[in-house]
């Protein structure tokens, strides 16, 4: 079975500084990995997704993250946080077996920028 | 492009009572999933269809039950309501395709329908 683990529900950074958000997963075939973030009151929004290929994944709003397959491991980074990234990100997981779709979430960080 | 739309954004039912949720999604995706979201449980999968046919299920009671149209719109509907089910309902599209191997299309999310059970 496939999980997901986030470490630390809450992470308050200084604007401009830098944001590390972790994810560690577990899964018993190769794995697709996912950042989503979420704003209050609205949806989930993908950040970025890791298939195949390199390991580095770039995705929007400056935000990247890296698989790695020793640490089993797909942390999330921004060099320089602003403001208007205080949200909830979640890290999820999709097993790479039939066609299917579902996602398996971690709990959530749910990050602070502060002045 | 539209994206996911879900109606009606905001719900208030009485236990014991049952509710019909709507997502269409953006167009030409036919895979929906749906999700619920609950501060203590977190994000957890209810059910996936493609072309009128659920092909994923969670692990959710069979109150909890849903279907898509021919235009790949989906419902779901939770009957006999309890105080647990309050919770932000999540619909998701994708391009998904069958016996070509797995695509790992991205999930797109609606804005979700908060449904308050008194």
């Known amino acids: 079975a496939q999980s997901v683990t986030q470490l630390g529900s809450h992470v308050s950074v200084s604007e401009g500084a830098l944001v590390l958000l972790r994810c560690n997963y577990s899964?018993?075939?190769?794995?697709?990995l996912f950042w989503y973030v979420q704003y209050p009151n609205q949806g989930l929004q993908l950040l970025l997704k890791y298939t195949t290929g390199a390991t580095l994944v770039k995705g929007i709003n400056g935000f990247e993250a890296e698989f790695k397959k020793s640490e089993t491991s797909f942390h999330l980074t921004k060099p320089s946080a602003h403001m208007s990234d205080a949200a909830e990100y979640f890290c999820a997981v999709r097993e790479n077996t039939g066609t299917a779709s579902k996602l398996t979430f971690g709990t959530g960080t749910r990050l602070q920028v502060t002045l | 492009k539209a994206g996911v739309t879900q109606t009606p954004r905001y719900l208030i039912k009485t236990r014991g009572q049952q509710v019909t949720l709507s997502c269409s999604p953006i167009s030409g995706h036919r895979s929906v999933s749906w999700y619920q979201q609950t501060p203590g449980q977190g994000l957890q999968f209810l059910f996936e269809?493609?072309?009128?046919?659920?092909?994923n299920k969670g692990n959710f009671p069979g109150r909890f039950s849903g279907r898509q149209f021919s235009n790949s719109r989906s419902e779901m509907n939770v009957s006999t309501l309890e105080l647990g089910d309050s919770a932000l309902y999540l619909c998701?599209?994708?391009?998904?395709?069958?016996?070509?191997?797995?695509?790992?299309?991205?999930?797109?999310f609606g804005n979700g329908t908060r449904l308050t059970v008194t």
């Open positions: 998701a599209s994708s391009i998904a395709y069958v016996g070509s191997g797995l695509r790992p299309n991205p999930l797109h």
């Open positions: 269809y493609f072309s009128e046919t659920q092909r």
């Open positions: 899964s018993s075939v190769p794995p697709y």
